[in-house]
């Protein structure tokens, strides 16, 4: 394979994120880079399944980007498959952070579009959904503040402690953003079942 830009494959963004991964150590088994995945990268990225992690190193393999090799147990019943990145897949990682085209964040938030269709919602059942999310974003802030103090105790995750600082204030941002608009809607569930109320009362009294 050569140097050139035009000679490297076109891979998605989760294949550089498993490749990553692998550059922050010397080798990782598909347990490790699953539980390096949901200590930092689900905060902000991605949660990946094992079944699409091993896709992804499959492919990595495919381009030469990273090794693997089978580890046997003391005992010799068990082998253990560990992976490791290649000198062609750490340039090939430096060349996407720095050159390739950074795709705007797509936001799709389940949470929003249920307000957003709020008019057909029960107002119950719609303040339960957001009561809930603001209880899922205080869980969120507490796991990525705690994974950011280990991670700072570690000189050489200093990047992906940074990120997880800024995932805290994300998820502090998020709760207070959930709690103004639960406060919206209730605004808007009086007004409407005080239109109700007036329109019944104009009903009855028209009879």
């Not at 076109?10 to 994120?17: E, G, I, K, M, V």
């Not at 000198?87 to 990682?93: L, Q």
Request: contains cysteine; neutral net charge; charged residues 30%.
């Amino acid at each position: 394979m050569t140097d050139g830009a035009s000679a490297r494959p076109d891979l998605p963004t989760t294949s550089w994120a498993v490749l990553g991964m692998l550059s922050h150590a010397e080798e990782l088994s598909g347990y490790d880079l699953k539980k390096w995945a949901d200590w930092s990268l689900q905060f902000f990225y991605w949660s990946p399944s094992f079944s699409q992690i091993y896709a992804e190193l499959k492919r990595l393999e495919k381009y030469g980007y990273a090794t693997s090799r089978t580890v046997v147990s003391e005992d010799g019943m068990r082998g253990k498959r560990m992976y490791a990145i290649t000198d062609s897949g750490r340039e090939a990682a430096s060349h996407w952070v720095n050159h390739a085209p950074v795709e705007p964040p797509v936001l799709k938030h389940s949470v929003m579009l249920r307000a957003w269709l709020g008019h057909l919602a029960e107002p119950d059942r719609m303040r339960e959904i957001l009561t809930r999310h603001i209880e899922y974003t205080e869980t969120m802030q507490r796991r990525a503040q705690a994974d950011a103090d280990g991670a700072e105790v570690n000189p050489d995750w200093a990047y992906p402690s940074a990120v997880l600082r800024w995932c805290v204030k994300h998820y502090e941002a998020e709760k207070e953003f959930a709690e103004e608009l639960l406060a919206d809607l209730d605004k808007l569930a009086r007004k409407r079942n005080h239109r109700k109320a007036i329109g019944k009362q104009n009903s009855n009294n028209s009879h």
